[in-house]
């Protein structure tokens, strides 16, 4: 069973599940988003998306942490279902990572482009894959509740519900620089922030600085004859007060 939790100092959340639940996870968010792109925008969206399936790859590989937590497994069931004490133990193994708050929210929207384009063709509520990313958005975005006050979660959610990409205009350095200093700040400087990063998320399009940084991209990708996923504004800290 997959579960989210925000960390403590709500640089972003962890993110648990078993074996299946993470490689699920994973399945479907490839699933909506492969394809090949229609123009260059695509292309760094689905970029920046295959960033975060890294991350659940190389946690159900056993590749970034894990806990263990009980199962409820009790004597009276093992002598009901005859198994036997070393064939068996009363823990499961639960993989986990950390996840920035920024990026986890962009890689929401970005999914919801790809999940409208499918949708377009076939309208299936039944669809597996796009139930399984709805239910992921619904953990991450309660594992904010003790974080935000009621008006502010709502705002959240009506946010994401209404966000929409348009790839014609889709810098990822403008995404990145957030990310960054997120990153750096300490908890009361991300608590205060958190409703003006997500609107810069959110609504990017609506911003002058935004659309200045896309032309200033373009013309240096121009003059160093590179992408703009070759460009990059910073690194990120090697350390995180998660």
């Known amino acids: 069973m997959l579960k989210v939790e925000l960390t403590e ?11 299946n639940d993470l490689d699920f996870l994973y399945d479907s968010i490839n699933y909506l988003i492969h394809g090949d792109p229609t123009s260059d925008g695509e292309y760094t969206m689905q970029n920046h998306l ?9 946690a159900y590989q056993g590749q970034r942490g894990a806990v263990l937590i009980d199962n409820d497994l009790n004597d009276n069931t093992r002598e009901w279902f005859k198994f036997k004490k070393k064939d068996i133990t009363d823990k499961n193994i639960c993989f986990c990572f950390n996840y920035l708050l920024p990026d986890l929210f962009l890689d929401m929207v970005l999914i919801k482009y790809f999940i409208r384009k499918i949708d377009k063709k076939v309208n299936d509520i039944y669809n ?25 979660f709502n705002k959240i959610k009506k946010g994401l519900l209404e966000s929409v990409v348009a790839d014609s205009i889709f810098i990822p350095q403008w995404f990145q620089i957030i990310s960054i200093d997120y990153s750096k700040m300490n908890k009361k400087q991300r608590e205060k922030e958190f409703m003006h990063i997500m ?44």
């Open 128 to 152: 597996p894959y796009i139930n399984m990313v709805n239910y992921f958005y619904s953990l991450v975005l309660h594992s904010l509740e003790n974080m935000l006050t009621e008006i502010k």
């Open 199 to 242: 609107d810069a998320i959110y609504n990017y399009g609506d911003y002058e600085d935004y659309l200045k940084m896309k032309i200033d991209m373009e013309k240096l990708c121009k003059e160093k004859n590179c992408s703009l996923d070759d460009l990059h504004y910073d690194n990120y800290p090697e350390e995180i007060e998660w």
């Open 50 to 58: 295959y960033g975060f399936l890294y991350d659940v790859r190389h």
């Open 9 to 19: 100092n709500y640089a972003g959340v962890t993110i648990y599940g078993d074996y």
